[in-house]
C-alpha cells in the first residue's frame, strides 16, 4: 500500500516524509479501524477484519483488522488494558471461555471463519495453539505433559508414535537433552524457564499452525528468555507465531512485524525495522520511547 | 512531530538526553571559535593565535571523548528507541563531524607555525582575502547547521545544504584564481600550493556543517543514505575540476 493511501486510511495529514504534522495527531481523536500502516499480508495465516470485543458493556477492542503472516512472529505491544491480550484471545476463542465477552467481526484461519458454527473449538485450539505468562504444566510427568494432546487428539497410532511425538516435540523445543533421563518426573519438577519450554513443547505436540504467546517471558529470568527467543525464531520457520509482550526490547529482537494497540484501537502496524526507528502514529512514538500518559 | 528530547515518563531520561545534546551544542560553540581563530592565524600570520588553536584542539578532543562515553552510557542504560534513538546516533555522529572539522582548522593552525619557521614568508594580501572569504562561508554553514542542531529543526537544516552550494562555488573561483596567480608568477607557486590545501580544509569544514544538518534530519525521520557521512559524488568538488 502506498503512502497516499495510508495517509487516507488513517485520516490525518501526512508529510510527504512520512512524518506527522506538529501537535496534530496528538490533538486529533482515534478513529477507530484506521489503522496506520498496511495491515495487509500476502497469503495471511489469519485474516481478521472488522474485530470488536466487548465485555459486558465495555468495549475492548474496537475495529481492529490485521492479517497474520506465515512463518513470521508478529509481536503486539501496548499499554495494559490496551487490548492486545483480548485480541490473542480471539484467534482461538479463549475469550468464549469468559462470561459476557462478546466477540464480533471476522476472524478467518485459513479462509474459513472460526465463529462457523460448523467450527470444532477444541480442533481450533489444537491448530492454534497458546503458551501463557506463568508455565503451567499439568501435575503430571514430562512425558505425560507432552503426550496428552496428541492422545485425546488421536495423533497416535501406538505407544512408539506416541513416543516419537514426544521425543520431536522436546527436541524442537530445546528441551530434550536436559530432560531425556528424567522423563517421567513431574513436570512441576523443572525451573520456570524449563517449564515454559515443557509448555512450548506440549503445544506443538498437536502440530498447530499458530502459537499464541501471551508474555511467554515475564516469569523467567534473562538467560531462560533468551532461550525463549532463539526458540522462537526457530519455531517460526515451521509456525506463525503471535506474541504478546510489555519488553519492547523483546518485540524489537523477536518479530518481523509489530502491532501497536491503544484503549482498544489498533493504532499502527508496520515492519518491525520501521516501527522502533522511525514510527509513523505519534501515540506510537510516545509509547515506545517512553513518553506515555 | 514536534521533535523534543523530553517529556519520557522517567525523568532522568530527559535529563542524560538533554545534557548530551547540550555537551554537543558547546562543543560546536568551541569548534566555530577554533575555525574562527585558525583563519585569523592563517590571514594575518599570526603565530600566537595558532598556538592557541593547538592548544584548544585538546579540548575539543576531551569534549568527542566524554560525548562517545555518555552516549555509550545512555544507550546501556536506556536502551533509546525511535527518535530517541536516532537523537543518540545522530548526536555522536554530529561530534565526529565536529571533530573533524576541528582538524580541518588545526591543519590551518599548524601551516602557519611550519612555514613561518622554515620560509618566513606569508600570503599575500588576495589570497589572505579569498581564504577569509571562505573561512566566513565555513562559519556561517557550521552555526547555521549548529543552530538547527540546538533547536532540532530540520527545517533551518537544509538551508545549509544550499550554503554548501554556494561553498563549492567559492571554492573552486578562488581556487582558479590562485593558479592563475602561480601561472603569471612562478615564485608563487609555493605559497599557491600551500593557500590550495588551506583552502581545501575549509571546503571540508562546509562539507562537515553540511553532513551536521543531515543529521538533524536524520533525527527528524527522514532517512537519507547519504546522512550517513557517505558523500554522495555531485557533491564533491574536485580539486582538478575545469
Not at chain 2, 44 to 71: C, P, S
Request: aromatic residues 4%; glycine residues 6%.
Amino acid at each position: 500500500m502506498d503512502t497516499a493511501v495510508e495517509v487516507e486510511r488513517a485520516g490525518i495529514n501526512l508529510k510527504p516524509s512520512g512524518r506527522m504534522p506538529d501537535g496534530e495527531v496528538a490533538l486529533a481523536p482515534i478513529e477507530s479501524g484506521k489503522t496506520v500502516g498496511n495491515i495487509e499480508v500476502e497469503d495471511p495465516i489469519f485474516r481478521c477484519r472488522d474485530v470488536d470485543v466487548y465485555y459486558g458493556a465495555k468495549h475492548a477492542i474496537k475495529k481492529v483488522g490485521i492479517d497474520v503472516a506465515k512463518s513470521q512472529v508478529l509481536a503486539m505491544i501496548g499499554p495494559s488494558g490496551c487490548g492486545k491480550s483480548t485480541f490473542l484471545r480471539c484467534l482461538n476463542r479463549m475469550n468464549d471461555t469468559i462470561e459476557g465477552a462478546r466477540v464480533e467481526g471476522s476472524i478467518m484461519l485459513d479462509g474459513k471463519d472460526i465463529h462457523d458454527k460448523k467450527q470444532d473449538v477444541v480442533q481450533l485450539r489444537a491448530r492454534v495453539g497458546m503458551v501463557f505468562q506463568k508455565p503451567n504444566p499439568f501435575p503430571k510427568s514430562i512425558y505425560e505433559n507432552v503426550a496428552y494432546g496428541p492422545r485425546i487428539h488421536g495423533l497416535a497410532a501406538d505407544r512408539v508414535e506416541l513416543d516419537e511425538i514426544v521425543h520431536s516435540s522436546l527436541q524442537r523445543a530445546g528441551l530434550w537433552e536436559e530432560v531425556k533421563d528424567r522423563l517421567q518426573h513431574p513436570g512441576t519438577s523443572l525451573s520456570g524457564g524449563q517449564q515454559q519450554r515443557l509448555c512450548i513443547a506440549r503445544t506443538i505436540a498437536v502440530n498447530p499452525e499458530v502459537i499464541l504467546m501471551d508474555e511467554p517471558c515475564s516469569a523467567l529470568d534473562p538467560i531462560a528468555t533468551a532461550r525463549i527467543e532463539d526458540l522462537m525464531e526457530e519455531l517460526r520457520q515451521s509456525y506463525a507465531i503471535v506474541i504478546v509482550t510489555h519488553s519492547m526490547q523483546q518485540a524489537a529482537r523477536v518479530s518481523q512485524r509489530t502491532a501497536y494497540f491503544h484503549l482498544g484501537d489498533l493504532i499502527e502496524v508496520g515492519e518491525t525495522d520501521r516501527i522502533f526507528t522511525n514510527p509513523r502514529h505519534k501515540l506510537t512514538e510516545d509509547y515506545i520511547t517512553g513518553r506515555f500518559g | 512531530m514536534a521533535l523534543s528530547l523530553e517529556g519520557h515518563t522517567a525523568r532522568a531520561f530527559d535529563g542524560d538526553l538533554s545534557s548530551l545534546h547540550v555537551q554537543a551544542v558547546t562543543m560546536g560553540a568551541l569548534v566555530i571559535e577554533q575555525v574562527q581563530l585558525a583563519v585569523n592565524a592563517y590571514s594575518n600570520w599570526d603565530r600566537a593565535a595558532a598556538t592557541l588553536v593547538l592548544e584548544r584542539e585538546r579540548r575539543v578532543n576531551l569534549y568527542d571523548t566524554e560525548i562517545e562515553e555518555a552516549a555509550l552510557q545512555l544507550i546501556a542504560r536506556r536502551q533509546p528507541m525511535a527518535q530517541d534513538l536516532r537523537a543518540v546516533f545522530a548526536i555522536d555522529k554530529v561530534v565526529s563531524e565536529l571533530e573533524r572539522a576541528a582538524d580541518e582548522a588545526k591543519k590551518l593552525a599548524l601551516t602557519v607555525l611550519a612555514e613561518s619557521e622554515i620560509h618566513g614568508f606569508r600570503p599575500g594580501a588576495a589570497t589572505a582575502r579569498e581564504v577569509r572569504q571562505l573561512g566566513r562561508l565555513a562559519m556561517v554553514m557550521t552555526r547555521t547547521a549548529l543552530e538547527a542542531f540546538d533547536h532540532l529543526d530540520a527545517t533551518a537544516a537544509s538551508a545549509v545544504v544550499e550554503q554548501d552550494l554556494e561553498m563549492d562555488a567559492e571554492y573552486a573561483a578562488a581556487l582558479r584564481r590562485i593558479l592563475t596567480r602561480a601561472m603569471e608568477d612562478a615564485r608563487q607557486v609555493q605559497a599557491a600550493i600551500e593557500a590550495a590545501f588551506i583552502m581545501r580544509s575549509l571546503e571540508r569544514i562546509g562539507d562537515h556543517a553540511r553532513n551536521i544538518a543531515r543529521h538533524v534530519g536524520f533525527i527528524g525521520g527522514e532517512f537519507d543514505p547519504t546522512a550517513t557521512g557517505v558523500m554522495p559524488s555531485d557533491m564533491r568538488v574536485s580539486v582538478d575540476k575545469p
